[in-house]
């Protein structure tokens, strides 16, 4: 089965805190990609990082880093110092030849409230 | 800057009449998506063009058509929308590589309304 799943629906922390979203991934696909993305209040969907199933280093930009661990299925997402601007719900996605040819399974999302 | 539009952003329409609703896009992708994204849902895709293919998702219902006359351009047309069709309508782009590598590049979404 090709799953998402995002256990936190909803997170909230006070500016500054730092806040980790997880994401828990199934798939039985050797070759896979995996991507987060933030969705603001105004709708649009923003894509903010994608990785495959390969690369495992973990990635920093900014205050913003991923940790992708193949033996626990895991590319949880973490917000450092977290501002206001970064409340928004946070889609964590799949895709891989057996989602079916340009589907990407998006999990349920995590709402991320950060007060001020 | 390249870019996907959607327009309008906020659409309302009466039960049972058709209504269009469009997206352009200038990243010169071949892959074109509808989802549709029902508050505090994921999005889920209705269908998806692959340059001039269409395919379309088994569990979206026939209400629900499209249309993509150019590169540039895809419409969702919904010919009897329903008050359940009230959603939040989200078109993306992909650039038409390898099928599990790609990434969406998503418009701003139109938000229906059904009065």
């Known amino acids: 089965a090709q799953k998402v799943t995002q256990a936190q629906t909803e997170i909230s922390v006070v500016e500054k805190e730092d806040v980790t979203l997880d994401c828990v991934y199934e798939?039985?696909?050797?070759?896979?990609?995996l991507f987060w993305y933030k969705q603001p209040p105004s709708g649009e969907l923003v894509f903010l990082i994608r990785?495959?199933?390969?690369?495992?280093q973990n990635e920093i930009s900014g205050r913003y880093s991923w940790n992708f661990q193949k033996s626990t299925s895991s590319f949880n997402f973490t917000i450092t110092a977290s501002q206001v601007v970064d409340s928004a719900v946070y889609f964590c996605?799949?895709?891989?030849?057996?989602?079916?040819?340009?589907?990407?399974?998006f999990g349920a999302g995590t709402r991320l409230f950060v007060k001020a | 800057d390249a870019m996907v539009i959607q327009n309008p952003r906020y659409q309302v329409t009466q039960f049972g009449k058709p209504v269009t609703l469009s997206c352009s896009q200038t990243?010169?992708?071949?892959?074109m998506y509808w989802y549709q994204q029902k508050s505090s849902q994921a999005p889920k895709l209705l269908f998806h063009?692959?340059?001039?293919?269409?395919?379309n998702e088994a569990d979206t219902p026939d209400n629900f058509q499209s249309r993509r006359p150019n590169t540039s351009f895809c419409f969702l047309d919904i010919r009897s929308p329903g008050l359940g069709d009230a959603a939040m309508y989200l078109c993306?782009?992909?650039?038409?590589?390898?099928?599990?590598?790609?990434?969406?590049?998503f418009g701003p979404g139109t938000r229906l309304l059904v009065l």
């Open positions: 990243l010169n992708h071949n892959v």
């Open positions: 993306a782009t992909s650039r038409g590589g390898i099928t599990e590598e790609e990434t969406q590049y």
């Open positions: 990785r495959n199933s390969f690369d495992e």
């Open positions: 798939t039985r696909d050797t070759t896979y990609y």
């Open positions: 063009y692959y340059d001039k293919d269409f395919n």
């Open positions: 996605a799949l895709s891989g030849l057996n989602t079916g040819g340009f589907k990407t399974i």
